[in-house]
C-alpha cells in the first residue's frame, strides 16, 4: 500500500526511528486443515506485516560549538531507516505498540525490532 494525496496516512507524521505497520492477515487454518479460533495467531511473539509509513530515521546530534559568525539555521540531519513503504516486515511483538486508527489495527514498531524486511524491487 503506497501512500497516495487521497490516503487516510498523509497527514500522520511517524516520528524518529518509529516504523508504523498493519499486521498482516493470519493464517484461519493449520498447514494440516485444522480452523484455528480467532486470537491464536496475535499471541505469537514474532508478527509480520506491511510497512505503511516511516519516520525519518535516527537524529544525529549537532555539535554544541556556538560560533557568532554562524547563523542559527539549525538544520537536522538524520540517519535514514532501512525500512521503506511497501516492505514486508517480520518483527518483535515485546517491542511493538499497539493502536487503533480509524478502526483499524497497527503497530508502531521501533526498526531495532524489526529482524528482517522483504522488498518487492531489486535492491
Known amino acids: 500500500m ?3 494525496t487521497d490516503n487516510k496516512f498523509k497527514k500522520l507524521i511517524v516520528i524518529g526511528d518509529r516504523v508504523l505497520i498493519r499486521p498482516a492477515k493470519p493464517n484461519e487454518r493449520t498447514e494440516t486443515g485444522l480452523y484455528l479460533p480467532p486470537g ?3 499471541r505469537e511473539k514474532v508478527q509480520q506485516g506491511y510497512v505503511i509509513k516511516t519516520g525519518p530515521g535516527y537524529a544525529i546530534p549537532m555539535p554544541i560549538e556556538e560560533e557568532s559568525w554562524k547563523g542559527s539555521e539549525e ?3 538524520y540517519v535514514p531507516l532501512q525500512a521503506k513503504e511497501g516492505d ?3 518483527f518483535l511483538l515485546s517491542g511493538a505498540t499497539e493502536v487503533l486508527y480509524e478502526n483499524d489495527k497497527y503497530y508502531i514498531v ?3 525490532a524489526i529482524l528482517m ?3 518487492e524491487e531489486d535492491m
Open 75 to 77: 538544520q537536522v540531519r
Open 110 to 112: 521501533p526498526q531495532s
Open 117 to 119: 524486511l522483504e522488498r
Open 40 to 42: 491464536v495467531g496475535e
Open 2 to 4: 503506497r501512500l497516495t
Open 88 to 90: 514486508l516486515a517480520i
